[in-house]
């Protein structure tokens, strides 16, 4: 049923046909709703008069009352300015402007009152306001009008049509004479309303465009962001329950011989707290007769493995096959070796599986995956090739799995038959908690957010060029203590070629600093063949050499112990999670493990701002955090998919506080009446259905 907000622009006081059309097609605005969700940019405060003296570099835009003492024309050419001396009674500042001279000169007046508004400006440590707006006080506005005005977005097309800041306000005004409460039901109950101390839904609207204070403004910024949150958790996680409702998997009802032995008997040491809190959940997943969707998120370190083989085994005990998917061939590799070596003589088959294992031997691991005969399979991306064909896949796990798209992810279901397999996705990408829980919205989250005992932090240090040959001295120290070290530059598409020569640069100054035979380097880069590149890292791997030179190939999960130092190139082109990646590839063994971050003298602001946090933290979590304040949401892997790059007023950068409410609020609801059928829970279902109805995007989510 059309309400009032679908009534067309048109329609609404002062606009008609032309300005409708300008509107619809400058800025998107169709209907009443339209023009009432497009909330100003910003706000212009003029509730109060400022103190001269009160002023400095930081207080933005003020309004001051006073007198215009003096006027002077200075400079010549490009620098000709008129400067105005005002004063009020605690101080003078000058007023500034370098257009419009001849017609300020005749027209101020000197000695009379004026009312002043603009931005305090720095200028040789002087604060002065350029180009103010200036406004003669007299009878008729001896009150001078105090108000907290919105400005809206407008272009210039717009503003020749009588649609700019003043022209869009008027129309906010003819459209609020023609709304009412009616017209925005409260979505949210009441009990939230008083709980989270949140206006009203009307109320709200009506102060983001009208506030008198920034108190209003506060209180309907944080409701229409709160209410924004909600509803898109409340429809993530409503669609999820019902998908989960829907899909049904195999029941692993018993933890059978081989965990109990393997965990007595071959487990190297105690599990931490937080891998078996998360392996106790995935059981429990498993046994539940819903198929498993799971992600676990683990820092680097953080001992994914072990859970990933301890869920594996959970699937042989129950007569399943399982696999186990890495992004290159280098870390399925590093899997396979260690599972092997793990499961020892448990009599369980683990084969490896990739684009490189050809022949009699590909044909083989082949008819015994089919026959049964192989319980685990580790390999790469050719596991989801249609030609692997399993007895019975129960369990499907992948490694590092943002290097995955969706599709490779949902192609594993369809590995097994009559059910799809459970599927664990591990990632040691740092996603800020709520955000992961967002992204993900088809998967149940799980965090190992402890690491292993007796790690020590890793100390990194941001060097600069000048500090070469001190870095040098330090490496071969470490290496002189039997340590080993990686050397990391950056690699990315579009300056290959550059990027290789830095790199060959790099590896002929680091072996005429390190020479043989006293010292062995390895190099791996992204044109050699994965043959040639294996060589070397198992080279390192061995210990044969002490200094792995390498692009960011060796970013995802390679691990030797022995490794203690981590050199990074010029740092400031990697973003802050790769380089939490990096680091994390040392301190996987007892010693003092060190990261090192050389740059160039100069940086950016936001370069210096990231070393600064790699500097101070060593916590995945509050890197991500500083990840997603600096680049914002849009560069974190799987945003873009999401719609939660199509917020409104909310921002997930910084409100990850409201977030969380808004989804454990949400979270409550839906465990108690998943189809909100509840009278305190119907006009949010109401509203979820209005708003499916009105916007496309959503849909893509789920
Ligand atoms: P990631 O989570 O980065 O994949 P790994 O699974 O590679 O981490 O584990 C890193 C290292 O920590 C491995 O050498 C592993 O054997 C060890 N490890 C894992 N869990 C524990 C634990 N509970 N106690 C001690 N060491 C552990
Ligand atoms: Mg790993």
Known sequence: MPTTLDTSIEYLKGVGTVKAGMLQKELGIFTFGDLLNAYPYRYVDKTKFHKINELSEESGEVQ?????????????????????RFRDETGVIELVWFRGIYWLEQNLKVGAPYVVFGRVNAFNNFLNIPHPELEEVNEGNQQAELTFAPVYSSTDKLNTKGLDAKGRRRLMEALFEKISPADLPENLPDYMLQKLKLPARYQALRWIHFPKNQQ???????RLKFEELFFLQLRLLQSKHRRKAGTRGYVF??????FHQFYKEKLPFELTGAQKRVIKGIRTDLGAGVQMNRLVQGDVGSGKTVVALLCMLIALDNGFQTCLMAPTEILAQQHFAGISELVGDLGVRVEFLSGSVKGKKRKAILEALEAGDIHILIGTHALIEDWVVFKNLGLAITDEQHRFGVAQRASLWKKSKPLPPHVLVMTATPIPRTLAMTLYGDLDVSAIDELPPGRKPITTVHRTENHRLRVFGFMKEEIAKGRQIYVVYPLIEESEKLDLKNLMEGYEALSREFPPPQYQIS?????????????????????????????TVIEVGVNVPNASVMVIENTDRFGLSQLHQLRGRVGRGAEQSYCILMTDFKLSADARERIQTMVRTNDGFEIAEADLRLRGPGNIEGTQQSGLLNLHIADLGRDGKILQTARSLAQRILDKDPELQHPLNVPMRE???KERGRTRDWGRIS
Do not use: N
């Not at 209003?216 to 944080?222: G, V």
């Not at 009802?253 to 081989?258: A, C, F, Q, T």
């Open 64 to 84: 001051l009352k006073g007198i215009l003492r003096k006027i002077d024309v200075l400079g010549e050419g490009g620098k000709r300015r008129l400067i105005g």
């Open 216 to 222: 209003e403004l506060d209180a309907a910024t944080r």
């Open 253 to 258: 009802s018993k933890v059978g011989d081989l």
């Open 523 to 551: 190099i791996v880069h992204g044109k050699m063949k994965p043959a040639d590149k294996d060589f070397e890292m198992q080279r390192f791997v061995k210990g044969e050499t002490q200094i792995m030179i390498a692009t």
């Open 687 to 689: 509203h979820l259905a």
